[in-house]
Nanobody, 127 residues
Framework: VQLVESGGGLVQAGGSLRLSCAAS????????MGWFRQTPGKERELIAA????????YYADSVKGRFIFSRDNAKNTASLQMNSLKPEDTAVYYC?????????????????????WGQGTQVTVSS
């Protein structure tokens, strides 16, 4: 299984970035896709997740109203549109894939329960 993120980079506060995740080696439509982020010294935090059909999403309070998560099952891709970026959004962002049948809840916030991880992409928001 491979999850390959792209789209990270440096942006000024108030700007936008779009992260993409290309998945291979799994039945993409069977997995909940998610984005975690991590800053130095802190645990990985789930910020967005989307169910298999895209009909249900989860957003952390810190990004709600600013980030939009979507998926294209025909292309095996998932995208995170990040708007109104703030310096506190600076982190490494990880694409994840989770089999909901192996978790107690559909959108698990526990990184230990996630099945697959991408390598991460750096997002830096300057003030």
């Amino acid at each position: 299984v491979q999850l390959v993120e792209s789209g990270g980079g440096l942006v000024q506060a108030g700007g936008s970035l779009r992260l993409s995740c290309a998945a291979s080696g799994l039945s993409f439509e069977n997995y909940v896709m998610g984005w975690f982020r991590q800053t130095p010294g802190k645990e990985r935090e789930l910020i967005a997740a989307i169910n298999w059909s895209g009909s249900s999403t989860y957003y952390a309070d810190s990004v709600k109203g600013r980030f939009i998560f979507s998926r294209d099952n025909a292309k095996n891709t998932a995208s995170l549109q990040m708007n109104s970026l703030k310096p506190e959004d600076t982190a490494v962002y990880y694409c994840t894939a989770d089999d909901p049948r192996s978790s107690v809840v559909v959108f698990t916030t526990d990184p230990n329960e996630i099945d697959y991880w991408g390598q991460g992409t750096q997002v830096t928001v300057s003030s």
